[in-house]
């Protein structure tokens, strides 16, 4: 069974910094490529970034480009999001998703607070 | 960056009737679209991709169409796990992905 779980998410202070995980199972991970999306509370779905099979290709939305960083570790089977510079909007839950054009698999997501 | 714009925001039908919620690009994106549907507290849910071809495990009684710049998402005969929130997706310039805001399908 396919399955992603995200963990990391917590409570932090604007400027703060925390670096997410998503660990896949049930799945070649090495082979398919991965992306966070977020969303806000009582919002709508917003993609982050991208990351390919290989890390060769990485893409961000403007929204954090320059503060959040992707990456993975296909020998772990894991994809992480590293988010510096947090300002109070990035509130949301996050979630790791697979796939290149349309998102078939979902993790539960990780909720992730940045207040004063 | 492609706009998604999804209407109407919420659209209450009853159990058993046809729902039909509609999703326009501010350009063409081709058949590069997505619907996903998502209930509360759970992760969005592959629904239909390429615009009109159901993802696995998926009813028949969900069909997308439209292309260049208008898309439906058809669900013929409302089911109660059907009321939920749904969002489309282009997928034809990106980066970014960009997502519709949304629309909740309630009971009426």
């Known amino acids: 069974e396919v399955q992603l779980v995200e963990a990391g998410g917590g409570l932090k202070h604007p400027g703060g910094s925390l670096r997410l995980s998503c660990a896949a199972s049930g799945f070649t991970f090495s082979s398919n490529a991965m992306n966070w999306v977020r969303q806000a509370p009582g919002k709508g779905l917003e993609w982050l970034s991208y990351?390919?099979?290989?890390?060769?290709?990485?893409y961000y939305a403007d929204s954090v480009k320059g503060r959040f960083t992707i990456s993975r570790d296909n020998a772990e089977n894991s994809l992480y999001l590293q988010m510096d510079s947090l300002k109070v909007e990035d509130s949301a839950v996050y979630y790791c998703a697979r796939g290149v054009r349309w998102f078939d698999r979902w993790g539960q997501g990780t909720l992730v607070t940045v207040s004063t | 960056e492609v706009v998604m714009t999804q209407s109407p925001a919420t659209l209450s039908v009853s159990p058993g009737e046809r729902a039909t919620l509609s999703c326009r690009a501010n350009q063409s994106v081709g058949t590069n679209l997505v619907w996903y549907q998502q209930k509360p507290g759970q992760a969005p849910k592959l629904l239909i991709y390429r615009a009109s071809t159901r993802a696995p495990g998926i009813p028949a009684r969900f069909s997308g169409s439209g292309s260049g710049t208008e898309f439906t998402l058809t669900i013929s005969s409302l089911q109660s796990e059907d009321f939920a929130v749904y969002y489309c997706?282009?997928?034809?310039?990106?980066?970014?992905?960009?997502f519709g805001q949304g629309t909740k399908l309630e009971i009426k």
């Open positions: 990351i390919s099979s290989s890390s060769n290709t990485i």
């Open positions: 997706q282009q997928y034809d310039d990106w980066p970014p992905y960009t």
